[in-house]
T-cell receptor, first 116, second 110 residues
Framework: ETGVTQTPRHLVMGMTNKKSLKCEQH?????MYWYKQSAKKPLELMFV???????ENNSVPSRFSPECPNSSHLFLHLHTLQPEDSALYLC???????????????FGPGTRLTVT | QKEVEQNSGPLSVPEGAIASLNCTYS??????FFWYRQYSGKSPELIMS????GDKEDGRFTAQLNKASQYVSLLIRDSQPSDSATYLC??????????FGKGTMLLVSP
């Protein structure tokens, strides 16, 4: 595997379900991100993990819960979602300045989430 | 609040022409600037990074940065129908985060 991978690629879930999105980066980066992209809206940053510590949480509802067990893996746990949460969820990674980074973010293919 | 502004378009150019995409940003301390290409239904793909004033060329793409005027642009020479996509401008001006513009849709007609 190369780059940033995400699974599943498509997910349909009911409002009472619990599911998790997985992201893995194979670039040796030390920062990982979750973004939400809704139709005809700009990218919304949800969570940032740098050196495995969460450094930003942009007022995201608690029904979204991130987990970063190590610098290569990132999860987004979902529970009791709403239909308006239907969107493309994107994971990205970058090398931050502490490790000679240049802030370039590389995105995974995304998970298309539909909440019914 | 940090802002990155782009014309939403669509910008329509004929095949073979030069497409010029522009972006302005509000945070004067911004140091790193990026252009991403996003095809419909796909994830953003990094195509150019620029950190210093002036031009940076990579194949058919040229990024231009003017920090004094707080704008960054992307020129695509010899535009091809396969260049039709939304182009996102992103600016790094804070710890671990990029601020993205809403993107400009480019349509290249054969």
């Amino acid at each position: 595997e190369t780059g940033v991978t995400q699974t599943p690629r498509h997910l349909v879930m009911g409002m009472t379900n619990k599911k998790s999105l997985k992201c893995e980066q194979h670039l040796g980066h030390n920062a990982m991100y979750w973004y939400k992209q809704s139709a005809k809206k700009p990218l919304e940053l949800m969570f940032v993990y740098s050196l495995e510590e969460r450094v930003e949480n942009n007022s995201v509802p608690s029904r979204f819960s991130p987990e970063c067990p190590n610098s290569s893996h990132l999860f987004l746990h979902l529970h009791t979602l709403q239909p308006e949460d239907s969107a493309l969820y994107l994971c990205a990674s970058s090398q931050e300045i502490g490790g000679g980074g240049d802030y370039e973010q590389y995105f995974g293919p995304g998970t298309r989430l539909t909440v019914t | 609040q940090k802002e990155v502004e782009q014309n939403s378009g669509p910008l329509s150019v004929p095949e073979g022409a030069i497409a010029s995409l522009n972006c302005t940003y509000s945070d004067r301390v911004s140091q790193s600037f990026f252009w991403y290409r996003q095809y419909s239904g796909k994830s953003p793909e990094l195509i150019m990074s620029i950190y210093s004033n002036g031009d940076k060329e990579d194949g058919r793409f040229t990024a231009q940065l003017n920090k004094a005027s707080q704008y960054v642009s992307l020129l695509i020479r010899d535009s091809q129908p396969s260049d039709s996509a939304t182009y996102l401008c992103a600016v790094h001006s804070g710890y671990s985060t990029l601020t993205f513009g809403k993107g400009t849709m480019l349509l290249v007609s054969p």
